[in-house]
């Protein structure tokens, strides 16, 4: 037999290196997310363009830019990957015989959304299977890691080794105000200036830069120096300020996802930012390598991909593959 050529001499860690970096654009970071030196992800890096016969990526201002030929690879590759890890998958699952308790931390508004549809499937299908749902920590990353916490939404990109994600939704963003608050009189979208000239409340969330407020990722901002006491109220939850949203000229930098939920229940609406002045929010859902394939863990996790899609609709893609990192 020869010896193999072309894709034939790539394997599926490839594959996952390979849209890896078309998300990160950073070949260090890549390097971080699989745990490996810069040296090694750029052999890898090099691998993938033998095997292609392509560079698939060049040198920008901001980082790689993929080129025309790994645009149009990225979602044959993904598809591979979901039939490669279905293969290796358990054959057989049966929910009614599991008996187990998995931990999913959380602490958007956006969850109890999600979480009562997976709790309808639990409920009929699944009755041995527990959750306990828990807020986020600044140490989510650990808890992970030890196995403390099973599974998290987050907010952000950007991971620790040993750490998968799925994209979840994204959103864009603008503020949570009373019905009848000035800025929901304008009857126009605003600009963060102005939603900047009322008191904030803000929500500690997982991000990038570590445990920021809604805020600094909605505004792009990341700087660590900002004091979280500028806000008028920090919270936890968003569940423990909306009443003062409701009686005060107060603000909140949410997404819009969070406003939908949040007018359902509380007399409040949601103002979008003008066009260009704020980031969207994007939720994954994280989990540890060594429960990837763990066929309850699998399952739940489909469970919450499929009622975020029910409630939020399916990502958008190619939005991921236009963002300058």
């Known amino acids: 037999m020869t010896a193999p050529s072309g894709p034939d001499r790539l394997d599926i860690y490839h594959l996952r290196f390979l849209i890896d970096l078309m998300h990160t654009r950073k070949l260090g970071a890549t390097a971080q997310n699989f745990d490996m030196s810069t040296a090694t992800a750029s052999r890898m890096l090099q691998r993938l363009r033998d095997a292609f016969d392509d560079p698939l990526f060049v040198r920008g201002p901001t980082g790689l830019t993929p080129t025309e030929a790994a645009m149009r690879l990225e979602e044959p590759v993904r598809r591979n990957i979901e039939a490669f890890d279905r293969l290796t998958a358990p054959s057989v699952f049966a929910p009614e015989a599991v008996e187990r308790r998995l931990v999913i931390a959380s602490c958007g508004a956006v969850f109890p959304e999600v979480i009562e549809r997976v709790a309808a499937e639990l409920f009929a299908r699944a009755p041995g299977l527990k959750l306990t749902l828990l807020h986020r920590t600044p140490h989510l990353w650990e808890d992970l890691h030890e196995g403390t916490v099973d599974m998290a939404l987050v907010s952000g990109f950007s991971l620790p080794p ?78 423990d300020i909306l009443p003062v949203l409701e009686s005060t000229d107060a603000v909140l930098f949410a997404p819009e996802t969070a406003g939908r939920v949040s007018a359902r229940h509380y007399a409040v609406v949601w103002v979008p930012f003008e066009a260009g002045r704020s980031r969207d929010v994007e939720v994954h859902l994280v989990w540890p390598e060594h429960q990837h394939l763990e066929p309850a863990h699998v399952w739940v996790r489909g469970l919450i991909q499929k009622a975020a899609a029910e409630r939020f609709g399916t990502p958008d893609f190619s939005a991921e593959r236009e963002r300058s990192e």
């Open 162 to 239: 040993g750490l998968r994600k799925m994209l979840l939704f994204r959103s864009p963003a603008g503020v949570i105000v009373r019905r009848d608050h000035p800025l929901a009189r304008l009857g126009r979208t605003i600009s963060p200036a102005e939603a900047g000239a009322y008191p904030r409340l803000t929500v500690l969330v997982n991000s990038d830069a570590g445990r920021p407020t809604y805020e600094r990722v909605l505004t792009g901002t990341a700087d660590r120096s900002r004091r979280d006491d500028e806000a008028a109220v920090t919270a936890e939850s968003v569940y």
